[in-house]
């Protein structure tokens, strides 16, 4: 007489949060449009809030990396690490289907400091992008021959950013 044991492993799977913000503003302003990779793979993209939401579905370690910034922003390189382990629920036996079931949570868990385990989101703060503009003064004053320049000069620059202008402090 044999006796077959079966066992299965039933998995409540997690999932795993950006939130991508305004580097350079207290309130934590969300940005849309940013692109993620997860291990290289998939194309994820935050919405309207900054947000997104990765489903995890296997154990493992995984890479987070963002592949697109948002309009207006630099691309921010870093690649954010973290683990999915299985945590053991329960062992149950199935006697309809005559087996084991082991239940298991993933959790996730990473060393990186912008990495909030209550709520499994990682806190990206992108920074503007910046450009060095040269500015020249073209005087059409004889030398300053009537002595009328001024001391000084403001020039104010704007920046559109999907199609609102905001003036830059310099």
């Known amino acids: 007489i044999t006796n ?29 449009g940013a692109g993620f990779t997860l291990n ?27 592949t697109n910034a948002p309009n207006g922003y630099s691309l921010d390189s870093h690649e954010y690490s973290f683990t999915a382990k299985k945590n053991f629920v329960s062992l149950e036996f199935d006697s309809t289907n005559k087996q084991y079931v082991c239940k298991y949570n993933l959790s996730l868990e990473s060393e990186e400091t912008n990495y909030v385990s209550s709520s499994r989101t990682f806190n990206i703060g992108n920074n503007p992008q910046t450009i060095d503009v040269d500015v020249t003064i073209i005087w059409d ?30």
Not at 16 to 21: H, P, Q, T
Not at 41 to 62: F, H, P, R, W
């Open 141 to 170: 004053d004889n030398e300053d021959a009537e002595k009328k320049r001024p001391e000084s000069v403001d020039v104010q620059l704007y920046k559109v950013v999907e199609g609102s202008t905001d003036l830059v402090k310099v």
């Open 40 to 66: 290289g793979e998939g194309s994820y993209v935050t919405d309207s809030d900054g947000k997104l939401s990765i489903n995890i579905l296997a154990a493992g370690d995984y890479k987070l990396k963002e």
């Open 4 to 32: 077959t044991v079966k066992y299965v492993e039933e998995i409540n799977t997690t999932s795993v949060n950006v939130f991508k913000y305004d580097g350079n503003t207290t309130t934590n302003v969300g940005l849309t």
